[in-house]
């Protein structure tokens, strides 16, 4: 389901083909936590920015309304109407950031529900089970998700489990292959800050031939320093044949220098969740509509951004939205900072194929990092 078309140096150019469409690689993925993206954007909305792939969260979903009321509407597909690639991670990291109210267990992980505080239990075979119903193309492992940092024992452990556990998802996985659409069941790389045990832990899972492969258990306290470290200690072991995934990442410098050491797949909620703060990414760096000195200023956001709010409205427009609470702020600053996000893996793509990656990194990595 994935083939690499060219590479510029560790940068790689693919295209990962799914039942409901192919996704031009390296993306970024979307997040729709409840089946929603936070701000007001609807599933019409994301095709018009940009968007390829959409993430939903199956923890969240198997709590409410519940993985069969979903299936019984159609799967994510039918209940959102968004009708490209989809992908919903494993529950994991959210049933792992409980802290207090979770045990972990070789079994599985019980937890109290952060809606109503009844008891609840997920197994490795329970998470896969729970993405099976929701219907998603690529589906992720059930892993645990540790800190940083953590002492080094426990992480040692927690990946030999991490393991074991993909044994099983990838055995229910397979029993279960004839009982809906066809999924993907991508495997997560742990380890924490320490090399050989992301390596040990890689070398390990690769052997199980999954369709693809993630980088877990970063940008979780560790310095981006770290992270780059971790990725470039771990790449050398990915399946080049398969596609990459570095979850929970990013900044748009994190996509930049994590695509120059061979990323494929990134996600995270930082694009939507600034957008609701008034903090907008732009060519210039990333400007805040709530300071007073956007007041009077009749510009647009970006004036090299053609996405529709830079079109139609004014910085002090939004701000004034900002201002008074209106929930359209909301909804134009997040439109503006998905396609933002979506138009920049456009032209990173465009870089990697013109054989100018380097050139690219070297141009944007300081504008992009810069606060307005």
Same mark, same amino acid.
């Given at each position: 389901m994935f083939?690499?078309?060219c590479t510029d140096g560790g940068a790689r150019r693919g295209v990962c083909r799914t039942p409901h469409g192919d996704i031009q690689t390296p993306v970024f993925m979307n997040v729709a936590t409840q089946a929603a993206v936070k701000g007001g954007v609807s599933a019409p909305d994301l095709a018009g920015l940009g968007c390829q792939v959409a993430l939903c969260n199956t923890y969240h979903l198997h709590l409410r309304p519940g993985e069969e009321t979903v299936r019984a509407l159609g799967g994510?597909?039918?209940?959102?109407?968004?009708?490209?690639?989809?992908?919903?991670?494993?529950?994991?990291?959210?049933v792992f950031s409980l802290a207090?109210?979770?045990?972990?267990?070789? !079994?599985? %992980?019980?937890?109290?529900?952060?809606? =109503?505080?009844? #008891?609840?239990?997920?197994?490795?075979?329970?998470? &896969?089970?729970?993405?099976?119903?929701?219907?998603?193309?690529i589906i992720m492992?059930?892993?645990?998700?540790?800190?940083?940092?953590?002492?080094?024992?426990?992480?040692?452990?927690s990946c030999d489990r991490t393991a074991r556990w993909l044994e099983r998802c990838r055995a229910e996985w397979l029993r279960g292959a004839e009982e809906g659409p066809p999924q993907a069941l991508w495997g997560i790389n742990q380890g924490g800050t320490?090399?050989?045990?992301?390596?040990?832990?890689?070398?390990?899972?690769?052997?199980?031939?999954l369709p693809g492969y993630a980088i877990g258990g970063l940008a979780v306290g560790e310095s981006a320093e770290e992270m780059y470290r971790i990725? !470039?200690? %771990?790449?050398?072991?990915?399946?080049? =044949?398969?596609? #990459?995934?570095?979850?929970?990442?990013?900044?748009? &410098?994190?996509?930049?220098e994590s695509v120059a050491r061979g990323v494929d797949f990134f996600d995270c909620v930082l694009p939507a969740r600034n957008a609701r703060h008034g903090h907008l990414y732009t060519a210039e760096g990333c400007l805040n509509l709530k300071n007073e000195k956007y007041a009077r200023d009749d510009a647009p956001p970006d004036a090299d951004c053609p996405c529709p709010t830079c079109r139609r409205h004014s910085r002090a427009y939004l701000r004034h939205l900002f201002k008074a609470g209106e929930v359209l702020a909301l909804r134009l600053a997040v439109q503006h900072n998905l396609y933002f996000f979506n138009?920049?893996?456009?032209?990173?793509?465009?870089a990697i194929e013109q054989g100018r990656y380097n050139a690219f990194l070297a141009d944007r990595r300081e504008a992009l990092g810069r606060r307005i």
């Open positions: 083939s690499l078309a994510l597909h039918g209940f959102t109407g968004w009708r490209g690639p989809m992908l919903t991670d494993s529950g994991g990291f959210q207090a109210l979770r045990k972990v267990s070789e !079994e599985g %992980v019980s937890f109290a529900s952060h809606i =109503d505080g009844r #008891r609840l239990f997920l197994s490795p075979e329970g998470s &896969v089970a729970v993405q099976r119903a929701l219907g998603a193309d492992a059930f892993d645990e998700c540790v800190g940083n940092p953590a002492p080094r024992d426990y992480m040692s452990a320490f090399e050989d045990l992301r390596v040990e832990h890689m070398k390990r899972i690769a052997g199980l031939a990725i !470039e200690a %771990v790449e050398p072991h990915m399946p080049t =044949d398969r596609p #990459r995934y570095l979850m929970g990442v990013g900044t748009p &410098v994190n996509l930049l138009r920049l893996m456009a032209d990173i793509r465009e």
